[in-house]
C-alpha cells in the first residue's frame, strides 16, 4: 500500500506537469502548424526528427543505470556522477559526429542538410540535460523535475509568438530552441549538484565496467525502442516528401502524446518499484488484473476518440490537415497494447531483467524498418499505421509470455 501511496504520489506531480505541459505543447503546435505552410512544417519536422533520431547514440543508457543505482543508495550517488560525466560528454560528441556524418548519405538538399548540421550541437546540450534530470527521479524530486520540463517549452512558445512572422521563420524556431536547451541543462546541473553532492569534470573520462555493462542493456532498449517507436517519420522524410512528412508528423504527434503520458506514470512508480522489490515478492494475479482493467478502459477511450477524430484535426490544425486525421483514427490504437504491457515492462526493467526488453526490442526494431519500408511501398502513408501496430502486437505477445515468465522464477511476482 506504502508503494501505491509513493507511486500516486509521484504521478501526480508528473502527470499534472505533463498535462500543463502537453497543453502549451498544444498550443504551440497549433499556432507554429497554422502559421508555417505543410511544406515548412515538414521541413522543421525533418531537422528535428533527424537530429533526435541521434541522441539515442550519446549513450543514455547510463543516465538510466545511474538513476537505478543511485535510487538504491542515495549516498553513493554523487560518486556514480562523478564516474559518468565525462563519459556522457564523450559520448555525446560521439554522436553528434556520427549524426554528421550520416548526413552526408541522405538525400536532402543543401539548405535542409544546413539546418541539420547547425541543430545537430543540440544532441549534447540534451545528453547532459537527460543525465542530470535523474537526479531529480532518484530522490522523488517530481515537482522540481515538472518545473524544469515546463521552463523550456513555456518560454518557447512565447518567443515564438514573437518571431514566427519575421523571415527565416523555420531557421529562427530552431535557433531558438537550441538557446534555450543550453540554458534549462546549466538551471538543470546547478539544482541537481544540491541534491546530490558532486565535483563537475567533463575531462575527467572514466571507464566503470559495471556501470557501462549495465548502461548498455538500457541503451540498447533505448535505441531499439526509438527505432520501433519513434523512426516513422525519419523513415517517411527518407522515402518520401516534405508534405508527406508534415501529414504525418501531425497524427504522429498527437499519438505519442497519449504514449507520453505513459511514461510519466513509469517513471513516478519506476524508483519506487525497485525499492519495494528490495522488499520481496509483488502480488501477480493483482498486477494481472490492473493491466486488464487499463486495456479495456484505454480501448474504450481510444474508440470513442477515434470517431470524433476529424473534427477535432480540423478544428485545431485546420482542413489542410485532414488527411492527417485518416492517418491517427487508426495510429492510436497502438496506445491500448503499450498502456496494457508496461506494467510488466517497469517490473522488468526494475528487477534486471533487462537483457530480455533489450533482446525483444531489438528483434522489434529490425522489423519495424523493414515493414514501414515494405508497408509504405504498398499501402502507402496508412502503411506506416499498420506496422506500428503489428510490432506493438508482438511484444504484447512476448511480453505476456517471456516477459511474466521470468518475474514468475526470479519471484517477483508470485
Not at 133 to 144: D, P
Not at 362 to 374: E, G, Q, R
Request: net charge positive; glycine share 6%; proline share 1%.
Amino acid at each position: 500500500m506504502q508503494v501505491i501511496k509513493r507511486g500516486m504520489k509521484n504521478v501526480t506531480f508528473l502527470l499534472l506537469g505533463r498535462i500543463l505541459g502537453m497543453v502549451i505543447s498544444y498550443m504551440t503546435l497549433i499556432f507554429i502548424v497554422r502559421k508555417l505552410t505543410i511544406e515548412e512544417f515538414g521541413l522543421l519536422s525533418t531537422v528535428r526528427t533527424f537530429v533526435a533520431s541521434f541522441i539515442i547514440f550519446s549513450f543514455g543508457g547510463i543516465s538510466g543505470a545511474v538513476m537505478r543505482e543511485g535510487a538504491k543508495n542515495l549516498p553513493q550517488m554523487g560518486l556514480l556522477y562523478e564516474q559518468t560525466n565525462g563519459f556522457k560528454l564523450l559520448v555525446s560528441i560521439f554522436a553528434t559526429i556520427l549524426c554528421l556524418l550520416a548526413l552526408m548519405l541522405t538525400p536532402y538538399d543543401n539548405s535542409t542538410k544546413t539546418l541539420v548540421f547547425i541543430f545537430s550541437f543540440t544532441i549534447i546540450t540534451t545528453s547532459l540535460l537527460n543525465h542530470w534530470k535523474v537526479a531529480f527521479s532518484a530522490t522523488e524530486k517530481f515537482k522540481t523535475l515538472v518545473i524544469i520540463n515546463i521552463l523550456q517549452p513555456l518560454v518557447y512558445f512565447l518567443i515564438a509568438i514573437i518571431v514566427i512572422d519575421y523571415s527565416n521563420r523555420v531557421q529562427n524556431l530552431l535557433f531558438i530552441q537550441m538557446f534555450l536547451q543550453i540554458i534549462v541543462m546549466v538551471i538543470a546541473l546547478l539544482i541537481a549538484q544540491r541534491l546530490i553532492k558532486f565535483r563537475l569534470n567533463l575531462f575527467d573520462i572514466q571507464f566503470n565496467k559495471s556501470l557501462i555493462t549495465k548502461g548498455f542493456y538500457f541503451f540498447i532498449i533505448s535505441f531499439a525502442g526509438m527505432v520501433f517507436m519513434k523512426i516513422d517519420v525519419l523513415m517517411i522524410s527518407l522515402m518520401g516528401n516534405l508534405g508527406e512528412v508534415g501529414v504525418y508528423s501531425i497524427a504522429d504527434r498527437i499519438a505519442r502524446e497519449g504514449s507520453e503520458l505513459r511514461t510519466v506514470i513509469l517513471a513516478g512508480f519506476f524508483p519506487v518499484v525497485i525499492k519495494r522489490i528490495k522488499d520481496g515478492p509483488i502480488n501477480g494475479v493483482l498486477v494481472r488484473n490492473t493491466v486488464i482493467k487499463i486495456f479495456f478502459l484505454v480501448l474504450l477511450g481510444l474508440i470513442i476518440i477515434s470517431f470524433n477524430i476529424e473534427q477535432i484535426i480540423v478544428y485545431m490544425f485546420g482542413s489542410k490537415y485532414l488527411a492527417s486525421a485518416e492517418i491517427l483514427k487508426y495510429l492510436i490504437f497502438f496506445l491500448a497494447i503499450e498502456y496494457t504491457i508496461h506494467p510488466y515492462i517497469m517490473l522488468l526493467l526494475s528487477s534486471n531483467g533487462e537483457k530480455y526488453v533489450a533482446f525483444i526490442y531489438s528483434i522489434l526494431a529490425v522489423m519495424n524498418v523493414v515493414l514501414n519500408y515494405t508497408f509504405y511501398n504498398i499501402f502507402g502513408l496508412i502503411g506506416i499505421v499498420y506496422s506500428t501496430i503489428t510490432v506493438f502486437l508482438i511484444l504484447a505477445i512476448y511480453t505476456i509470455t517471456y516477459g511474466i515468465k521470468f518475474l514468475y522464477e526470479e519471484e517477483i511476482l508470485i
